[in-house]
């Protein structure tokens, strides 16, 4: 049972324009939410974070954007650089047990220069 | 800061054979976490320990699989004997304690079971 979804697999954005990746989510039990970064052959790295209690959360060029209502949070990249290139996994945590990280199946994002 | 280090970086074996991962997490944090990410797919939570006690390890085959992390640093994994469908990304991740939300992941073991 996926309880974190990314539904797009693949996404092309040309540089300079906005990237906007999407991800859904079942369990109202999470509380934090998490987008990671993966390059070939690297583990993935952390890249934004938003709590529940919050609907929007800003690091320079990324911003994520959570509904609570609709179970749905975004993640925004403005502008798009080629470097951005990778792929994007959503993630959640569950505040019940032992606090652990699910994760969604990932996007992979081109930036066409 | 140095980061989570794993080795090696891949590793192929036959079937019914065993192999066995190492991690260093991040000095000072107590939480580590080993995932498997089968391609196609996110990272799937195997284990957890808090310093070298076992949080949670529902999702850890228990028949085949087994961890440790003697003296709440580093830590090991082990598959004995290995099948097929368990090749995959074995990923080690830490985090300062089990509340802190960001996890910090190593570059992972690549393993091929042919």
């Known amino acids: 049972d996926q309880q974190v979804k990314q539904n797009s697999p693949s996404l092309s954005v040309q540089e300079g324009r906005i990237s906007i990746l999407n991800c859904d989510y079942t369990n109202s039990m999470f509380d934090y939410f998490l987008w990671y970064k993966k390059y070939p052959a690297e583990g993935p790295t952390f890249l934004i974070s938003i709590s529940s209690i919050k609907d929007k959360n800003e690091d320079g060029r990324f911003t994520v954007f959570l509904n609570k209502s609709a179970k749905h949070l975004s993640l925004h990249i403005v502008p798009s650089q080629p470097g951005d290139s990778a792929v994007y996994f959503c993630?959640?945590?569950?505040?019940?047990?032992?606090?652990?990280?699910?994760f969604g199946t990932g996007t992979r994002l081109t930036v066409i220069p | 800061e140095a980061g989570v280090a794993q080795s090696p970086r891949y590793k192929i074996i036959e079937k019914r054979q065993s192999v066995a991962f190492w991690c260093n997490p991040i000095?000072?944090?107590?939480?580590l976490y080993w995932y498997q990410q089968i391609l196609g797919q996110g990272p799937k939570l195997l284990i957890q320990f808090q310093n070298n006690g076992v949080v949670d390890d529902s999702q850890l085959p228990k028949d085949r699989f087994s961890a440790e992390r003697l003296k709440g640093v580093d830590s090991t994994l082990k598959i004995q004997p290995a099948k097929l469908e368990d090749s995959a990304v074995y990923l080690c991740?830490?985090?300062?304690?089990?509340?802190?939300?960001?996890?910090?992941f190593g570059p992972g073991t690549r393993l091929t079971v042919t």
């Open positions: 991740a830490s985090s300062l304690d089990r509340v802190s939300g960001e996890q910090y």
């Open positions: 000095s000072g944090h107590a939480t």
């Open positions: 993630a959640a945590r569950d505040q019940t047990g032992a606090n652990n990280l699910f």
